[in-house]
């Protein structure tokens, strides 16, 4: 016996400590080593002239090979670290990289396969994989944060610019009445007669009434933005056909020189909050007073019917713009027309409030045709 | 961007115009055995479908390219650019249906159709026999998906040394096929999804298919099937394992389309 102190090139390759294949051009397997037998589970004359090692492949690695892996070989004669999984007849995948290399051999050419076990690997890149996704997660995540932040940002420095009109409007607009009562304090103290002490006592309740109402119109803004809606309390049977006939014939009173009609159709019961209403009311004609042609009447048309009932407010005069409609009733805008600036610019902002405390809605209109018209309608159950 | 840059488009040779598309997983390199057998009588027009190869990787909108049409619009784009004459359309795999679909929307632009491992529908549906059970074609995208293409952003398997092919140490190593793992996820997509039976008997241009004798892609009963619905088809077989006659049997394969091209 002869003793070879190293083992002779079969049992080399026989044993090496990878998977070594070799095929033909067309993948038909002409040997292959006990380790990738080993591997596969299965017996070398299964696959030596039996089977081509693109059946080793699972069904994506099959066409893997042949859209990609083939044509590579013909061009480059060789592709290596590839990625692959392996499975023979029943038994388990497994995931392994692979060289390839095209070699001509006695005038023919044959591919010689290195093939490597990539359990590992393969975990790795799952879980790198997992991470990515994870990442991309994360990161889309963050984008929506953003997002939601600036968005915050930008509502809360709304609000602070609201806050702060706000506190200009209403100073500018209690200083008025204010100043009014300073004046006819003195002109009383200065001791006049009685027609004239008769004026200024009236000037000076006037005054007080107006502030009374701004601040009445601030606490229902107050109500309705940060408290959660207007309080409204319903009668179960309310007449608004005979609340608002009223409250026009009192506002007729206030504004004298314009002319206030009321029509009404159908019937006037509804579960509502009466006095709300009126104010609802008293806020339209306010505005159509302020912002209409005051040579032309006013008519507010009262209709109920059908589990509805509806206030329409119309005036003739120059049409509201559309920009100026779209955000009509959002708080404290006013008309551009000069001298408009009456009120804070809460009436229709409170007339919308009424009408959502209602169930219902108000919405404007406006032409020049048609002049202006707002409804406002209240469910009536 | 012009339509040539945006495909890549090489014109070699003289002659009547012969254009070579390739199909899913490689780029006009797949060509290069093949194409230089007809440089000599045709100008050979060789393009990189939109998100393969040097095409513009930013023209790639999903939406133009979620069926083949997009494809097929490109091609006519390139056609118009190049020549004016009828081209013969050389179309590999996917490209044989892209090929299709281009000459019934501008037909004028072509002679011929030479259809090399085509498959109008990779999924079995009753009769008709694609080689793929739904579950495959799924099993092969997730494998795609999870494997091949999920974590390298430029996938291209390595190359290793070739003692015997001097030539290739010239050649811009490790440049074939060069992938974006998202585009051929889409790409790998579109292609086995899509189903093009119902266009074959529209077809009025002369075409040749190339039939592998062994093909996993394209198997044989589908290029029967060719032959039945197109109106005016050849079926050449071709002796050859696999799905790319034009790289591992350029011979057979030229032989076959010079004498399709000889009697049109």
Redesign the interface.
């Known amino acids: 016996m002869h003793d070879d102190p190293l083992p002779g090139h079969e049992q080399l390759y026989d044993a090496a400590p990878c998977g070594l294949l070799l095929a033909g051009?067309?993948?038909a397997v002409l040997d292959v080593n006990s380790t990738l037998c080993g591997w596969l589970r299965c017996r070398k004359q299964e696959l030596v002239g039996q089977a081509?090692f693109?059946d080793l492949l699972?069904?994506?690695?099959?066409?893997?090979w042949?859209?990609?892996?083939?044509?590579?070989l013909?061009?480059?004669?060789?592709?290596?670290?590839?990625?692959?999984?392996l499975r023979w007849g029943e038994g388990a995948v497994l995931?392994v990289m692979v060289?390839v290399?095209?070699?001509?051999w006695q005038g023919q050419l044959l591919l010689h396969v290195a093939v490597f076990v990539a359990e590992e690997r393969h975990r790795y890149?799952?879980e790198?994989?997992l991470q990515?996704e994870r990442a991309e997660d994360l990161a889309a995540q963050h984008a929506r944060d953003q997002q939601a932040l600036e968005q915050a940002q930008a509502q809360a420095l709304d609000r602070a610019k609201f806050a702060e009109q706000l506190v200009g409007i209403v100073s500018h607009d209690i200083r008025n009445p204010l100043s009014v009562i300073q004046m006819s304090a003195a002109l009383l103290e200065r001791g006049v007669g009685a027609e004239q002490q008769k004026a200024a006592v009236a000037r000076i309740t006037r005054a007080v009434q107006r502030t009374q109402h701004l601040i009445g119109d601030l606490l229902d803004f107050t109500q309705a933005r940060v408290g959660g809606g207007l309080g409204i309390r319903k009668q179960a049977e309310a007449d608004l056909h005979q609340a608002v006939a009223e409250a026009v014939a009192e506002l007729a009173v206030g504004f004298p020189g314009c002319e206030l009609r009321h029509e009404r159709a159908g019937s006037g019961s509804c579960s509502a909050d009466a006095e709300r209403i009126v104010q609802a009311v008293g806020n339209l004609v306010a505005n159509a007073v302020n912002h209409g042609d005051r040579q032309q009447p006013i008519t507010v048309r009262t209709e109920g019917g059908e589990g509805v009932f509806r206030i329409c407010v119309h005036n003739a005069g120059a049409p509201i713009p559309p920009q100026v409609l779209a955000t009509l009733f959002e708080p404290m805008v006013r008309g551009s027309a000069p001298g408009a600036a009456k009120g804070v610019g809460l009436g229709l902002y409170i007339v919308r409030a009424i009408a959502r405390a209602h169930g219902g809605e108000v919405s404007a209109s406006s032409s020049a045709q048609d002049g202006t018209r707002f409804r406002m309608e209240l469910p009536c159950g | 961007m012009s339509v040539l840059q945006r495909n890549n488009v090489h014109v070699h040779g003289k002659g009547p115009p012969m254009v070579f598309v390739h199909g899913f997983g490689c780029d006009q390199n797949m060509w290069r055995l093949l194409a230089p057998h007809f440089a000599e009588t045709h100008s050979c027009i060789l393009l990189d479908l939109v998100g393969s190869g040097r095409s513009d990787l930013a023209a790639y909108d999903r939406a133009r390219y979620a069926s083949l049409q997009g494809y097929a619009d490109d091609l006519c784009e390139v056609l118009a650019a190049v020549t004016s004459a009828p081209a013969i359309c050389v179309g590999h795999s996917v490209s044989a249906m892209i090929g299709m679909l281009a000459n019934l929307q501008c037909p004028d632009q072509f002679a011929a159709q030479v259809m090399v491992g085509p498959s109008p529908c990779y999924i079995n549906d009753g009769d008709y026999v694609g080689g793929f059970t739904r579950t495959d074609i799924e099993a092969l995208l997730q494998t795609m998906e999870a494997n091949y293409l999920g974590w390298s952003s430029n996938m291209a398997p390595a190359i290793m040394g070739a003692p015997e092919r001097p030539e290739l140490a010239a050649e811009l190593t490790n440049s074939f096929c060069r992938t974006d793992p998202e585009i051929a996820r889409h790409f790998a997509r579109v292609t086995f999804l899509s189903d093009h039976r119902a266009e074959l008997p529209g077809l009025r241009a002369p075409t040749l298919v190339l039939q592998c004798s062994d093909d996993l892609i394209a198997p044989r009963a589908v290029g029967e099937y060719l032959r039945q619905h197109i109106p005016n088809c050849t079926l050449r077989g071709i002796e050859n394992v696999g799905h790319c006659p034009h790289l591992s049997a350029p011979s057979a394969s030229a032989a076959a389309m010079e004498q399709f091209i000889a009697g049109l």
């Not at chain 1, 699972?58 to 893997?64: C, E, H, L, M, S």
């Not at chain 1, 013909?74 to 999984?85: D, F, H, I």
């Open positions: 051009a067309d993948g081509r693109s699972t069904v994506g690695g099959r066409i893997f042949q859209t990609h892996l083939q044509p590579l013909r061009m480059q004669a060789s592709v290596a670290e590839v990625k692959l999984e995931p060289n290399a095209e070699r001509a890149e799952r790198l994989l990515r």
